[in-house]
């Protein structure tokens, strides 16, 4: 399951839990296209320490297209993504590799520093 919510912080945070498809994310990714209330700043946190990712290496080139076209229209996102497995870990070290001049992404272990780098000014 994915659930989502943009707190009072202004991060948009989004929760992984149980088995994650590459379905699941298409569909994450199709309804997020659809959000017009976010900043066009956005910071984006992903918490996949309660889900079992079901998808492959390979998949990972694809969710980082698919989640570049959904987030075009943003002026820059910061996505931090809090993993505790080695497949999420592995899994996330390739999606953050996948960043560009106007996204940028980074693994945490930790929500402290996840905020905590969210927050930080001038990442980009």
């Given at each position: 399951?994915?659930?989502?919510?943009?707190?009072?912080?202004?991060?948009?945070?989004?929760?992984?839990?149980?088995?994650?498809s590459?379905?699941?994310?298409?569909?994450?990714?199709?309804?997020?296209?659809?959000i017009?209330?976010?900043?066009?700043?956005?910071?984006?946190?992903?918490?996949?320490?309660?889900?079992?990712l079901?998808?492959?290496?390979?998949?990972?080139?694809?969710?980082?297209?698919?989640?570049?076209?959904?987030t075009?229209?943003?002026?820059?996102?910061?996505?931090?993504?809090?993993?505790?497995?080695?497949?999420?870990?592995?899994?996330?070290?390739?999606?953050?590799?996948?960043?560009?001049?106007?996204?940028?992404?980074k693994?945490?272990?930790?929500?402290e520093?996840?905020?905590?780098?969210?927050?930080k000014?001038?990442?980009?």
């Open positions: 399951m994915i659930s989502y919510s943009l707190e009072d912080s202004g991060i948009f945070d989004v929760k992984f839990s149980g088995i994650i590459l379905n699941d994310v298409n569909k994450f990714l199709s309804d997020f296209d659809m017009n209330y976010l900043p066009q700043d956005i910071m984006l946190l992903y918490d996949l320490r309660e889900a079992n079901n998808f492959n290496t390979r998949d990972i080139w694809s969710i980082s297209e698919m989640t570049n076209k959904a075009s229209s943003y002026n820059s996102v910061r996505t931090a993504i809090l993993v505790n497995k080695p497949n999420s870990t592995a899994y996330s070290i390739l999606f953050a590799k996948e960043s560009s001049h106007k996204i940028i992404r693994v945490f272990s930790t929500v520093a996840a905020i905590a780098w969210l927050k000014t001038n990442i980009l």
